[in-house]
């Protein structure tokens, strides 16, 4: 239903992306998901075509402010939009709506035994470790997070992530810090 609902804007989306810059309109990388199943997640395109990554020393991907890979469209479509495609994913089984964010392939062979208790879910279009300050946490950081999702999750504690995902696709990302850590899953002990 969401897919239909937004396929104009998406239709919008995917032409901004091919005339505005070099190259397919989406990105597709392969991805663990559900019990470490492999799937290909999709996404707009929001860097030109051949930009190297950028890791850190826990192996994250970077994501570095006025990035001069990413193209014009692609620093509107970083708001969020760029996940929009994910819909699809969604509609053939491999994500659902709130959950861990889908990892690459290799870091599955970093996860601790606790870690690895992120893939008892499917992945998720937006996630609590996304909604809490996942860009300023590193990745162990996160996977706690998502781990301590996987222990709670619920309705509840998926409209609430829900809820804070607007507000953290615009940079409002401490409403997510302070209504989480204090009222929905007890994060307030977590060492960010």
């Given at each position: 239903m969401g897919t239909?609902?937004?396929?104009?804007?998406l239709l919008v989306l995917a032409i901004l992306v091919k005339t505005t810059s070099p190259g397919p309109?989406?990105?597709?990388?392969?991805r663990l998901g559900h019990n470490?199943?492999?799937?290909?997640?999709?996404?707009f395109r929001s860097m030109r075509v051949n930009s190297p990554?950028?890791?850190?020393?826990?192996?994250?991907?970077?994501?570095?402010?006025?990035?001069?890979?990413?193209?014009?469209?692609?620093r509107f479509l970083r708001l969020g939009f760029d996940e929009l495609p994910q819909l699809f994913n969604i509609l053939a089984?491999?994500?659902?709506l709130v959950g861990p964010?889908?990892?690459?392939?290799?870091?599955?062979?970093?996860?601790?035994s606790r870690e690895r208790r992120r893939l008892e879910v499917y992945p998720g279009l937006t996630g609590l470790a996304q909604v809490v300050g996942g860009r300023e946490m590193n990745n162990a950081q996160n996977?706690?997070?998502?781990?301590?999702?996987?222990?709670?999750?619920?309705?509840m504690t998926d409209l609430f992530i829900l809820m804070l995902t607007l507000p953290y696709s615009f940079g409002a990302e401490k409403v997510g810090k302070i209504?989480?850590?204090?009222?929905?899953?007890?994060?307030?002990?977590l060492n960010t």
């Open positions: 239909v609902v937004l396929s104009p804007l309109v989406f990105y597709i990388s392969d470490g199943r492999a799937f290909r997640l999709i996404k990554q950028i890791l850190g020393d826990d192996g994250k991907v970077l994501t570095i402010r006025n990035d001069l890979r990413v193209t014009p469209i692609g089984g491999s994500m659902t964010r889908p990892d690459v392939l290799w870091e599955l062979d970093r996860y601790t996977y706690e997070l998502d781990v301590r999702y996987v222990e709670n999750s619920g309705l209504v989480l850590r204090r009222f929905l899953v007890g994060l307030d002990n």
